[in-house]
């Protein structure tokens, strides 16, 4: 089983930034397309950025521009970048492992492994 942790999430105003990291515990990070989702209150879970094995980024629209997504394979630690933060992207943000090319936020073979979340919230 892979285990991924996520730090990083607070509080923050409208306008504020935060960085988002997740640590993997697995030699084979390199391998992995990686993403992160985030869940809203009362909403569903949804694909945020992802970054594959070639290092190949995809966003959704609701962030293009404003996050960016980064991963340090000698780390195995995966990054989100977080700026121009606005009230609706208050949620629990989880990091996730999986395989394939990153599409659209997410990984195209789907996510294996997921993190517990780390909760980011947005005052306006």
């Known amino acids: 089983q892979v285990q991924l942790v996520e730090s990083g999430g607070g509080s923050v105003q409208a306008g504020g930034s935060l960085r988002l990291s997740c640590a993997v515990f697995?030699?084979?990070?390199?391998?992995?397309?990686m993403a992160w989702f985030r869940q809203g209150p009362g909403k569903e879970r949804e694909g945020v950025a992802a970054?594959?094995?070639?290092?190949?980024?995809s966003y959704a629209d609701f962030v293009k521009g404003r996050f960016t997504i980064s991963r340090d394979n000698a780390k195995n630690t995966l990054y989100l970048q977080m700026n121009g933060l606005k009230p609706e992207d208050t949620a629990t943000y989880y990091c996730?492992?999986?395989?394939?090319?990153?599409?659209?936020?997410?990984?195209?073979?789907?996510?294996?492994?997921w993190g517990k979340g780390t909760l980011v919230t947005i005052s306006s």
């Open positions: 996730a492992a999986g395989y394939g090319m990153s599409k659209g936020g997410s990984c195209h073979a789907g996510m294996d492994y």
């Open positions: 697995d030699n084979s990070f390199g391998s992995y397309c």
């Open positions: 970054i594959d094995s070639d290092g190949s980024t």
